[in-house]
Nanobody, 123 residues
């Protein structure tokens, strides 16, 4: 059973910073792309950033230059450093990962999501 557990959300003033973490655990054989999505109230879920196993990154235009995604492969963990936060960044942030797991039945590759962590930016 694979799990993703996020931490680091909270309340911050505009212009401030937060760092989100997401640790994957379970019977993991390998982790491919990892990333972060977010969903604001009344809005569609949107991709924020992704990072491949080779550390190539991709960002939504709305966060470029302010957010940085990184990963620690030894810890099966992905991070999102968020600087210069704006009220429009307020959302529930979800970690996602493309993971190959193993069991007695063999290997399985699937996408997994965390439970979400709230980020609120006050003006």
């Amino acid at each position: 059973q694979v799990q993703l557990v996020e931490s680091g959300g909270g309340l911050v003033q505009a212009g401030g910073s937060l760092r989100l973490s997401c640790a994957a655990s379970g019977n993991i054989a390998g982790i491919n792309t990892m990333g972060w999505d977010r969903q604001a109230p009344g809005k569609q879920r949107e991709l924020v950033a992704t990072i491949t196993s080779g550390s190539s990154t991709n960002y939504a235009d709305s966060v470029k230059g302010r957010f940085t995604i990184s990963r620690d492969n030894a810890k099966n963990t992905v991070y999102l450093q968020m600087n210069s936060l704006k009220p429009e960044d307020t959302a529930v942030y979800y970690c996602a990962a493309d993971i190959t797991s193993y069991s007695g039945s063999g290997y399985k590759r699937d996408n997994y999501w965390g439970q979400g962590t709230q980020v609120t930016v006050s003006s």
